[in-house]
């Protein structure tokens, strides 16, 4: 880790000025020039691996930029301050522009019929703090922290278990790790790629201290008596954050690291030294040495972003925001670019099917019931009073990009009928109604629907208050009940939300290689079967096994998807998930493709006019690179 002197000029840098000589050899940034003048940093020669990752601007049609300047965005929450590794999207492997695979952090890789893979790291590659980054970080990541289960009592993650094998993992020097299996793991490569990287590897140096197998127990319980915990496991665990990016004694392999320490409102992440990233000039990225993130309350990002405090923003703002910010163009210095929307739905309601309350459990399983509710929806005046139009209103499936993109699947229960949808209530037996129109339940109570929201967005609680007049017109209530984010998703876990809102799937844009799981009831996060979810994520000994036909389906689909030796077969599975899914209304989406507005500074270089904006694949902004945008000096 950088030692405090480093810290305090990293503190006062944070306005130096970029560098723009060119030369042949690497050349020496400026904000690090006062530390390796002093010797405590060794020259950018011997900071970057001997074969760093070069990239070629020209072919992808971007300026060679230049070091400098600070880069000011902005997050509602102190906990956000994660999304500087979603956005530096330093991975073992990552997405291009193209969306096709490639190695990042490794120098490269080899397949072998999706079983065994090979990982070949950069001969020296080094953390933050200049520490070797070797294939020891990966054994200790295996042995030590996956395998160990007081670390991690579920053991290693799913992605690494092919119908429960774990692989054989060997590491047969410095600069190779081994992973196989003796069936196909067809998504491996992906899950790296993530927003969300699952992190196979620590930075083992600083971990071991903190480790009950490299530390003896009188130094283990001085530190847990500083630290005021009460088990190393526990202190471990506190200390290993790697994707929360919110301790900067860390070492990290992103572009930038984080400089604050016990920030609350500000937080400064400075240029990683060791990055492995250089230009073809010989300028070793990122281009800006500073990010500087704001929390703020989420209601003014928007008029942040107007007022021109920020250099690059898209999180935060909605296609609503979009009016205000161009009027704030010409004062603002920035300029409003509208990328499309890479989510499966702009807004998705989720049945809870888990739903603690029996008869409400049975209703909502009831496919009828999910389908008319679906059908009584006004997609049309959503689309046109949220969006101008400009979305494609439909249920929840894969967007027209995808191959597995089918128009009677948008169209499937997501063109209103309201004779249709009354049909289906009545054909339930729910065709008794109260005094004021609302139907009765079978055992007499009235059919009203609460639908909790994590209240972060204004085009949720409008389309709802629209969907309110639309169910009514069925007999059915809707009751708005707003929550913070964490609240509302530990309600949905446990089972005490009735229905809820969030996004459609993540991933939009699947291909063959694209793992099928988050179809199938596999995760907790698909808001429409939590206890599913559970029950798969913890081998059985959480939440409930998926007892509906059409989720078994699933279930067994997704698990011959990671069977399947072909990219043929996988589509034909891949198909026949989505078709499922369209067919029983496991969510009710409204619309996708939504345009999703980004403020870019006028003198931020390399951010392309026209993109996709999506968590997965694609980790927002990281799947366009920002360690290679660059401020015009």
Do not use: C
Request: proline letters at 6%; a negative charge.
């Amino acid at each position: 880790m950088l030692n405090a002197r480093i810290f305090a000029f990293v503190v006062a840098a944070v306005s130096a000025v970029g560098l723009t000589a060119q030369a042949q050899d690497y050349q020496e940034s400026a904000f690090w020039q006062q530390e390796v003048d002093a010797g405590n940093l060794p020259p950018v020669a011997k900071r970057i691996p001997d074969a760093p990752k070069v990239v070629d601007l020209e072919l992808r049609n971007r300026e060679t930029g230049q070091q400098g300047g600070t880069l000011r965005t902005m997050v509602t929450r102190a906990k956000d301050v994660r999304q500087m590794v979603v956005y530096g999207y330093a991975r073992l492997v990552g997405y291009n522009e193209r969306y096709e695979l490639e190695a990042d952090i490794l120098r490269d890789y080899e397949n072998e019929d999706d079983k065994k893979f090979t990982l070949h790291l950069r001969p020296g590659h080094m953390w933050s703090d200049g520490q070797p980054f070797t294939s020891e970080d990966f054994r200790y990541w295996w042995e030590d922290v996956a395998n160990n289960e007081l670390l991690q009592p579920s053991g290693p993650v799913d992605f690494l278990r092919v119908e429960g094998e774990l692989p054989k993992v060997s590491f047969p020097d410095a600069h190779t790790v081994i992973y196989e299996w003796s069936k196909p793991n067809p998504q491996f490569l992906q899950s790296l790629a993530e927003a969300r990287p699952p992190f196979i590897y620590r930075p083992a140096h600083l971990l071991k201290p903190y480790h009950a197998d490299y530390t003896d127990e009188e130094t283990l319980s001085e530190r847990l008596y500083e630290a005021r915990v009460r088990s190393w496991a526990a202190l471990h665990n506190r200390l290993d954050n790697m994707y929360k990016f919110d301790n900067p004694d860390l070492a990290t392999l992103q572009p930038w690291m984080l400089a604050t320490k016990d920030g609350k409102s500000r937080f400064l992440f400075v240029r990683n030294p060791y990055y492995h990233r250089v230009d073809k000039n010989g300028v070793q990225l990122p281009y800006v040495d500073v990010v500087e993130m704001q929390v703020v309350a989420p209601g003014l990002v928007a008029a942040k972003a107007n007022a021109g405090e920020v250099d690059l923003q898209a999180r935060g703002l909605d296609f609503k925001d979009t009016a205000i910010l161009k009027k704030g163009e010409a004062t603002g210095g920035y300029t409003t670019k509208l990328w499309s929307n890479g989510t499966a739905s702009q807004i998705a309601i989720y049945p809870n099917l888990n739903y603690n309350d029996n008869m409400w459990r049975d209703t909502m399983r009831d496919v009828r019931f999910r389908r008319a509710l679906s059908l009584a929806i006004n997609r049309k005046i959503i689309n046109k009073s949220l969006y101008f139009g400009l979305a494609n209103s439909g249920g929840m499936t894969v967007l027209p990009i995808s191959p597995f993109f089918r128009e009677e699947n948008r169209n499937a229960w997501a063109i209103r009928d309201l004779e249709k949808a009354n049909a289906l209530l009545d054909e339930m037996g729910l065709d008794q109604r109260n005094q004021d129109g609302y139907r009765l339940l079978p055992d007499g109570r009235p059919a009203w629907i609460v639908v909790e929201t994590a209240g972060e967005r204004q085009e949720v609680e409008n389309a709802l208050q629209i969907i309110i007049d639309n169910w009514a017109e069925i007999g059915v209530k809707l009751i708005m009940r707003p929550l913070e984010r964490d609240i509302l998703r530990n309600r949905v876990y446990a089972g005490e939300t009735m229905a809820s809102t969030w996004f459609g799937w993540d991933n939009g844009l699947p291909q063959t290689y694209t793992s099928p799981g988050y179809l199938a009831p596999w995760d907790q996060a698909f808001q429409s079967w939590p206890k599913w979810g559970q029950y798969h994520q913890t081998h059985g000994e959480a939440g409930e096994p998926p007892d509906m036909v059409a989720a078994i389906q699933l279930n067994d689909l997704a698990h011959k998807w990671t069977r399947a030796y072909g990219a043929v077969e996988r589509g034909v599975i891949w198909q026949e998930m989505v078709d499922i899914h369209a067919d029983n209304v496991f969510a009710i989406g409204l619309l996708n493709g939504a345009p999703q507005p980004v403020v870019v500074s006028n003198q931020l270089r390399n951010v392309p006019d026209k993109a996709i904006w999506a968590w997965s694949p694609g980790s927002h902004f990281g799947v366009h690179r920002p360690d290679e945008f660059f401020f015009e000096q």
